[in-house]
């Protein structure tokens, strides 16, 4: 537990280590560079999107001091209640309570987090869905009510006072957050009544914070990790001199904030993130003349690595985010039911959601350690790194005259990480699984209780937005081809050679093109010019794609291109890049090279616009 972690000594090495030879960093840089064979050892350093160095190896860091949470223990495992009938939030509520939900995440709807559903902010719909909730039971409730908050705060004040309960004895978090109301342009700067509505709850005696700084608006909209820290540690600094101005002393304006971050499928990203946000509210609190103390910190799985096509992938996606949110140290957690972006999730849905988080502390045990990855030197390296691009950013918000003056630059700056994103997505440097890789046709539709609704984010600073879309727009326009017509676009593959000849690209070209929705059909032989053209003709296709070797395309390509022209193909692509045969090959009818680092978006458009 916290109270036995050593920060000044490492653990003593396991008996069985000494059966092993020595082994130190010289020899496994002589070992790596046999394997790269004379390559650059850079080959081997990764990049964030921050531009910090990810690097292969890491000594032990010589500092081992823990970042602690506020908790000690497990976390608190919410979850969601987002049903707009409050009478089947109630029952969802409570059927999460009895089986190890530790609390309830209240979103309401047009909140950050309502993903096109919520609770309606009235009294009555507040009452009803948590009826029969024993708030004096140590139940934690997580507000998300967006530009609402003020309105909600009321409400489930005045529930609490009907009720006759003591607020000091709750865990209600409101979640006022009238930045992030500035940033979804809800209104142009902090309420006039913020500081009045959080100096009424705490005199009436509510302990928890009931503010939030809320970095997922940031993550959402695509943007990096030091992106999403400094728009939380400025949010909430101007929270904090607001409600000092107001007549709070700022240890008691601390106490009203704590702070709420996406986890995502990054696991090394997730817990340095969010280890790096409470070293930088410490430095806040130092800077403030305030002794450090613990920030509450709630973590939600995040909604851009959410996918509607094979959304069963998702449900790996939240246990890597669910895992990682726990490791940083996050005191609250949600996890998004992995059919959250089809639509309102069901009960099934919402049983592996809450069971992700149970495994993971009753099973896994991971609430048993306070900052697991302290003294690790990937972990420490990453989290200094990353505290040093945010603060750098933050002093630059800072400069333009704090977080609201500087939202439009922000903007610009994560509208570019985004682009940057997708950019990656697009060429597969960035994979999703079920999507952009390992694509299924065949997959069955997963049930909801409610379909999406469709929403515009085109006028929002910071619209949201997830990173399979780009694809889920071509299989959606997929969809409604074999609707139409009863049938895929297809694209028939023309391999060449042996099957050692072909198989290689024509299995590159099947993922390629299925990823766009493209039925792809080939002959498992091989195939002359003639053949290829003939198979073609019986495939019902309208694209052809040639798929063999460097050297059978440089004996055979431009002549079976010819013979696919001859026999009706619309557009014909090679598999592979063309080098020196490019123009012999384009001048027989090849019309695109598909290889691996092309854009995908693009290239399977063009398709798409040639299948008829």
Request: with cysteine.
């Amino acid at each position: 537990m916290a109270a036995d972690i050593k920060t000044s000594q490492h653990s003593p090495e396991p008996a069985f280590a000494s059966t092993f030879p020595a082994v130190d960093e010289a020899h496994w840089h002589k070992l790596v560079g046999h394997v790269l064979k004379g390559g650059a050892f850079e080959k081997l350093v990764g990049r964030t999107y921050d531009g910090i160095a990810i690097q292969p190896l890491y000594p032990r860091a010589s500092d081992a001091t823990p970042i602690l949470p506020a908790h000690r223990g497990a976390w608190d495992r919410l979850a969601r209640v987002d049903h707009p009938d409050s009478a089947a939030a109630n029952a969802q509520a409570l059927t999460d309570l009895e089986n190890g939900a530790g609390g309830l995440h209240l979103v309401f709807r047009g909140s950050e987090g309502a993903y096109g559903f919520g609770l309606a902010p009235e009294s009555a719909d507040i009452e009803r869905a948590l009826e029969s909730v024993v708030l004096e039971a140590g139940v934690t409730i997580e507000v998300d009510a967006g530009g609402a908050a003020e309105h909600v705060a009321r409400q489930l004040a005045a529930l609490v006072a009907a009720r006759g309960l003591a607020p000091a004895d709750l865990h209600v978090h409101f979640g006022l957050d009238p930045v992030g109301d500035a940033a979804r342009g809800a209104s142009s700067g902090l309420s006039s009544t913020f500081a009045a509505t959080v100096q009424r709850l705490r005199e009436a005696g509510y302990a928890a914070p009931v503010c939030v700084a809320d970095g997922r608006l940031i993550h959402a909209s695509g943007g990096s990790e030091a992106q999403e820290l400094a728009y939380t540690l400025a949010s909430a600094i101007t929270m904090l001199r607001a409600l000092e101005a107001a007549g709070l002393s700022l240890e008691e304006a601390r106490d009203c904030i704590a702070f709420r971050m996406a986890a995502d499928a990054d696991e090394f990203l997730t817990i340095a993130k969010l280890r790096a946000l409470r070293r930088l509210w410490e430095q806040v609190e130092l800077a403030c003349g305030l002794a450090a103390k613990p920030i509450v910190l709630h973590a939600e799985s995040a909604w851009r690595m959410m996918s509607r096509r094979d959304p069963w992938v998702n449900l790996l996606r939240a246990t890597v985010a669910a895992f990682s949110a726990g490791l940083g140290g996050a005191d609250h957690l949600t996890v998004l039911p992995f059919t959250q972006a089809l639509g309102l999730p069901n009960d099934f849905a919402r049983r592996l959601a809450r069971n992700t988080q149970l495994v993971l502390v009753e099973e896994a045990n991971l609430g048993r350690v306070a900052d697991a990855a302290a003294g690790a030197g990937g972990f420490e390296t990453l989290t200094d790194e990353l505290a040093q691009a945010a603060w750098a950013l933050f002093q630059k918000a800072e400069t333009a005259g704090g977080i609201i003056a500087f939202l439009p630059d922000l903007s610009r700056n994560v509208a570019s990480m985004r682009a940057a994103r997708l950019k990656n997505i697009a060429r597969r440097k960035d994979p999703l699984t079920g999507t952009s890789e390992f694509p299924n046709l065949a997959e069955a539709d997963v049930e909801v209780l409610m379909k999406a609704p469709v929403v515009s984010a085109e006028a929002q600073l910071f619209p949201p937005m997830r990173l399979a879309q780009d694809f889920e727009r071509l299989r959606d326009h997929s969809d409604a081809v074999l609707a139409r017509t009863g049938q895929r676009p297809r694209v028939y593959l023309a391999t060449l050679g042996t099957i050692a000849d072909f198989t290689v690209r024509a299995m590159f070209a099947r993922s390629f093109f299925e990823a766009g929705g493209f039925e792809t059909i080939a002959a498992d032989h091989s195939a002359s010019p003639e053949e290829s053209a003939a198979g073609f003709t019986a495939s019902g296709a309208a694209l052809a794609c040639i798929c063999s070797s460097d050297a059978l395309v440089a004996s055979m390509g431009a002549t079976t291109a010819s013979a696919l022209a001859s026999a009706g193909a619309r557009y014909i692509y090679a598999a592979g890049r063309p080098g020196d045969l490019e123009a012999p090959l384009r001048a027989a009818g090849v019309a695109e090279f598909i290889f691996a680092g092309c854009d995908l978006i693009q290239v399977l458009q063009r398709a798409q616009q040639s299948s008829y």
